[in-house]
């Protein structure tokens, strides 16, 4: 690397005295050539994204601030630079792509108009030229129908297109350097695929150089030359990407690689064949009245799904945002009331029953929810929160309880000490153990599973899905597993089945359906799987960009839109479920 | 990170206010001892300049200045203090409800809420007191029936973000029955807002309070500042002091309980003090 276009040199970056250490970015050098993608990996408070805001000047100062180091751009130190020179290198030079489309979008404003406007503050250019421009960007960023985009606001685009017109804005003005934190996180993996293939095509093209923030180690794959690890502000491994993923020198690094998950399957053991529970032609539809001249919308969010859950099974419900797979797991649990259907408990249904009626079988069916920042009470220690459902079911006395309480603490991994903490005391992994200590205190033989792991670091999800496998073998559990992520799943689940829309398009034995997929949406999920071995490139997954609005459903096979080898049937009429070895599969070309 | 009492005792407006504030409070706790004889006594000269052997004077009946100031505070203080109180209980009580089952219950609650709440608080205030007849018990019932809208309304509001968090969901996963879901998981966690818009609303109280017995409806036989400005008002050129002492006595009081309040949301919501 002859020539490098920023070179970060000692850089530490001070927090304020009342913060739990000193440093977010301790002692930190790192340089990023010409052309070049380095990634920068580490989990949650790693300070990867502060020396990101450091090297935009964005820092929220005066509490945290740069106090020693150098970052050097085009010969110049950054952190000497004064606000208005700051200013015109942000946009010109350097180039951000946040994390949340929707967020660094200005809600009221055209996206078109939202280009529009970098160009004018940094170029001369004349309206006419500027439009072009805009165009131009936009289909660079393989935005179709570019006149009609650049009419339209943001919340009339999907997550990814949102992501693009968010892109374009970063490449307006031909930066040195786009720095991307995180930009593929918010979306769902199938667009976080297309995203990641879009920033490789476009750097090329451009010759930018990127500084890519991830957490993601199947992300680094696909996209990086370089990578720098960090823990704790520093970096502790770094290296071109084939090297450090081939043969991680550091623990920590090797750590994180192991905790991606790839896709072999893992869960043999299948269940036997006995139901526990069934689920038949449950429907759920919401509708949102309507006011001022609107029309109301109903969205179907499951549309007569039906399903078995054998004993001891796990099956998994994947699908993208918006399949209608938590929407059918809150029915289940009874979170929802369904409008049609039934869900029959060990012979017994429980749909249509009062929430009274209802609470003898919560002994039965217990759920771990998917955020346990928000799922437990801020205001109760660990050992009530485990300690709840037992008070709630109401049938053990005091001394019975404590000691019950205190054998799931102790075989999620948690000391006693930690029981008396609050959860604001624990780390994401051990609020997410709280959790499914709770879930498991009463003992149930079903427990529902609602994205345990999304909201928790990378490391930390490896733990948690090894303590669940672990617990349902141990405690004979059944598990409904809610997951957007097959590569999270197979570890996991003994049968997968694939929503889209509110139907389940397949299903299959876990095994059976990684090797041989039938619908071409489970094949397109599969392909956006991110693997931790390096040379495969980015997958092309060959989907349109966005799912339909689910208050419109597409008539005939319902994927049929974005469905890459549909035929002219697929278009008007609806395939019906036909058997493959161990499941169903809705698709007139896999029949 | 620094802990609640260290954010709120360390805020030097919270350290003012709490100074004044826990003075009047001490000042009406012991007003027997510190002035034994009733404030209503004639104990000198009218019209007797404040700085003579009375420290603040005497009023147009000779009755003594600080006597009536130590005692007003204690009758001022208690009528603010209990009718937030009773504020409090009923609007969270009504507030907790509506949030909580929404539906009819919310329309029915909410809407005799905003019946309360358009008419013009102290006007209310007027009626019912002329209604009920003056006494101390029916100024805190009419401070508090006038001021327990807003309670209601940001308890409601706290309430309906609250139950849609997953902890309440895991609750009722759990089989908790729903007066105990209230209680023990979504009451709990709207007490920031309840206790800062309490703690305000004892200025108002006592604002409320002092307007009514300047205007000869406030308790009758006891003391207050709202009285003393009332009686003092048709002196004003000769003999400033009348007015002005409780005057100034109210002005500090409300003052430091709004910077107390103030000092508590910076406290308690950390994140929005550093804007």
Known sequence: MSDPVLTIDGLTVSLPPWSDRKHAVSNLSLAIGKQEIVCVVGESGSGKSIMGKAILGLLPKPHVRATGGRIMLEGRDLLQLPDEDMRRLRGGRIAMIFQEPMTALNPLMKVGRQVEEVLEFHTDLKPSARRARVLQLMADVHLPDAERMVNSYPHQLSGGQRQRIVIAMALALEPALIIADEPTTALDVTTQAQILHLIRELQRAHGTSVLFITHDFGVVAEIADRVAVMRHGEVVEAGTADAVLRSPQADYTKALIAAVPGLRPRVKDAGTQMPLLVVRDLEKTYVSSGSFGRASRSVKAVDKVSLQLGRQASLALVGESGSGKSTLARCIIGLETPNAGEVLLDGERITGLSREQLRPHRRQMQMVFQDPFASLNPRHRVRDIVALPLRAQGRLDRAEMAKRVAEMLERVGLSAEQGGRLPSELSGGQRQRVAIARALVLRPRIVVCDEPTSALDVSVQAQILNLLAELRRELQLTYLFISHNLAVVEHVATEVAVMYLGRIVEQARTAELFRAPRHPYTKALLASVLTPEPGLGVPDVGLGDAMPDPANVPPGCRFHPRCPVAVAQCGSAAPAPSPRPSGTVECHLAA | ?275
């Open chain 2, 1 to 275: 990170m620094k802990t609640f009492w260290q954010r709120f005792l360390l805020n030097p407006r919270v350290i003012v206010g709490l100074v004044w504030l826990a003075s009047v409070v001490l000042v009406a706790v012991l007003a027997d001892v510190l002035t034994p004889r009733d404030p209503f006594a004639i104990v000198g000269a009218p019209f007797a300049r404040p700085g003579g052997a009375l420290w603040l004077g005497t009023d147009s009946l000779g009755r003594d200045v600080l006597a009536g100031l130590v005692h007003g505070a204690r009758t001022t203080l208690l009528i603010a203090v209990l009718s937030t109180l009773a504020a409090v209980a009923f609007g969270t009580l009504v507030g907790a409800v509506a949030g909580y089952y929404g539906g009819v219950v919310d329309d029915i609650l909410m809407r005799t809420t905003e019946f309360f709440q358009t008419i013009p608080s102290f006007l209310f205030a007027i009626v019912l007191i002329a209604i009920l007849s003056p006494s101390a018990m029916n100024l805190v019932i009419a401070i508090s029936v006038v001021s327990w809208p807003p309670i209601t309304r940001v308890v409601r509001a706290e309430v309906l973000s609250v139950k849609s968090r997953e902890f309440v969901q895991a609750a009722v996963v759990a089989g908790q029955r729903d007066h105990a879901i209230l209680v023990t998981q979504v009451l709990p966690n709207t007490l920031s807002p309840l206790i800062v818009t309490g703690s305000l609303l004892v200025a108002t109280a006592i604002l409320i309070e002092s307007a009514l017995s300047f205007l000869g409806l406030g308790a009758p036989n006891q003391m207050s500042w709202g009285f003393m400005i009332g009686a003092g008002r048709s002196f004003l050129r000769d003999a400033w002091w009348l007015v002005t002492i409780p005057g100034v006595a109210i002005l500090l009081t409300v003052l430091s309980i709004n910077l107390i309040g103030e000092g508590l949301n910076d406290a308690l919501n950390p994140r929005l003090a550093d804007l």
